[in-house]
């Protein structure tokens, strides 16, 4: 039987490598997994994780520098975390959210306290895609719009109103499930669409396509605008300076809710409590989930500016969810206050994310000839590999598949071999470990991609 260490040096058992065929079994005799071809797939069975490692039955280690999916942020089997569920589980493991509960409203008042002035009221989803859902219902029902504005490359959840803003793939096979979505350019420096050669120009132009958009669409029948605060999966893009204040502007100018899609870098994924803090700019309303609690057990939700929220105060918000604000999943949220404030999460991954990570990562853009840019900021960060840099031809097609998308298959099994379960997506190699995460393991998982690397130069013109 094969043992695994904790953070505090104690030795835990795994199960039995013979259980691996157990699992393998159940899975793929009785799981229908998301966004994949059944038969395709082999889900890797998981014993146990800890820290920023997890285990698979036969003791392989692999350090986790997805975060699960970009939500594990506090990491695996965090201590503080687990016992708040224990004990709340003990006391009282789920009420109604019509009634009034301790562990909810606390962590609505912590949320709020650390919000941008002006937001105090929160309303509790079960994760991600259904704050973004509710945050659109609440937009609609404020302004007596329809239409919503998003960008292409985004991704906003897998629910109806969520998949429909989405702009990435995944929403092809959904289109036409909530027809009041217009979808827009975003800022993307390295492949500009305005054909822009500096972050200003980007700026500028992006912001006047965005306002002819308005415009052609009609101002009003514009209920809102979401945005990615930093657009995750779809490529790490760090809006240029001037891009976010530029969108609050234009919403205050033709009577439009702002809404920021923090479920993925709020919480401490770019060294701020929500991503929005670090370029000034305060949207009407904050979807949040993933990095609130760890995911530990399913939380999301939005964060309300006043002005809309006293729009509610006479006038019934029409949602409502039965397990909004789950006792349980809001003592993980409490727990992860108490953790980021005494560990001083945000101070430790503005640290990593300019001494370690950054100075590395710029590196290989000259060790690398696949490595066309790298971009990010706190632990949060793309590699963007191309077949050319002249050119800047993707290393792999757009949306590729099957042997098209081989070479990134390559570098993601080198990576896995040597330790390090990466996210890849498209033509890029993310770096989001969990912000509890080792200087030293930090270190450890990046000189792996760096080696992983020399594959995918392989594919690229020297």
């Known amino acids: 039987m094969t043992n695994f260490t904790d953070r505090h040096g104690a030795s835990h058992a795994l199960p039995a490598p013979e259980a691996d065929a157990q699992v393998r079994a159940d899975d793929r005799g009785h799981v229908f997994h998301s966004w994949s071809a059944q038969a395709l797939i082999d889900p890797l069975p998981v014993a146990a994780g800890e820290g920023s490692t997890f285990w698979d039955y036969d003791g392989n280690a692999y350090l986790d520098f997805s975060s699960q999916l970009v939500n594990l942020n506090l990491g695996h089997q965090h201590p503080d975390l687990v016992s708040a569920i224990q004990?709340?589980?003990?006391?009282?493991?789920?009420i109604q959210p019509s009634m009034a509960n301790d562990v909810r409203g606390e962590l609505a008042r912590l949320i709020s306290e650390v919000a941008p002035a002006g937001m105090q009221k929160v309303f509790f989803t079960n994760g991600g895609a259904e704050a973004n859902e509710y945050a659109v219902r609440m937009a609609r029902q404020f302004t007596g719009r329809r239409k919503v504005l998003s960008m292409y490359r985004?991704?906003?959840?897998?629910t109806s109103t969520a998949i429909s803003l989405t702009?990435?793939?995944?929403?092809?096979a959904n289109d036409g499930v909530d027809n009041g979505t217009v979808r827009f350019f975003g800022p993307y420096l390295y492949r500009s669409p305005f054909h822009s050669e500096t972050p200003e120009q980007e700026t500028e132009r992006a912001l006047a396509h965005l306002e002819q958009t308005i415009q052609l669409e009609g101002p009003a029948t514009i209920a809102a605008i979401i945005i990615e605060t930093v657009v995750g999966t779809n490529g790490v893009l760090v809006p240029p300076p001037g891009y976010l204040p530029g969108v609050r502007e234009l919403c205050d100018r033709y009577g439009i809710v702002y809404i920021a899609d923090e479920v993925m870098v709020g919480f401490g994924r770019l060294g701020e409590w929500f991503g929005i803090d670090a370029f000034d700019a305060t949207p009407d309303l904050i979807s949040f989930a993933k990095g609130v609690n760890s995911g530990y057990v399913p939380l999301g939700g939005v964060v309300i500016s006043d002005r809309i929220s006293?729009?509610?105060?006479?006038?019934?918000?029409?949602g409502g969810l039965t397990?909004?604000?789950?006792?349980?999943?809001?003592?993980?949220?409490?727990?992860?206050?108490e953790v980021f404030r005494r560990d001083g999460i945000l101070e430790r991954v503005r640290d990593l994310g300019e001494r370690v990570v950054e100075p590395t990562l710029r590196t290989w853009v000259d060790t690398h000839p696949s490595v066309g840019?790298?971009?990010?900021?706190?632990?949060?960060?793309?590699?963007?590999?191309?077949?050319?840099?002249?050119?800047?031809e993707p290393l792999v097609p757009f949306n590729a598949m099957g042997a098209d998308a081989a070479p990134m298959g390559v570098f993601a099994a080198a990576a896995k071999k040597g330790g390090v379960w990466p996210f890849v997506h498209f033509n890029r190699v993310h770096v989001a470990p969990p912000l509890i995460i080792s200087e030293d393991d930090l270190v450890r998982g990046l000189t792996v991609i760096d080696e992983a690397l020399t594959l995918a130069d392989a594919a690229a013109v020297r």
């Open 87 to 94: 004990q709340q589980a003990g006391r009282l493991a789920t």
């Open 154 to 158: 985004s991704y906003h959840g897998s």
């Open 167 to 172: 702009g990435d793939p995944r929403r092809w």
């Open 310 to 318: 006293a729009a509610f105060d006479e006038m019934p918000f029409a």
């Open 323 to 337: 397990y909004s604000g789950h006792p349980l999943a809001c003592a993980a949220g409490v727990a992860t206050f």
């Open 373 to 392: 840019e790298v971009r990010g900021r706190g632990l949060f960060w793309a590699i963007e590999l191309v077949r050319d840099r002249a050119t800047r």
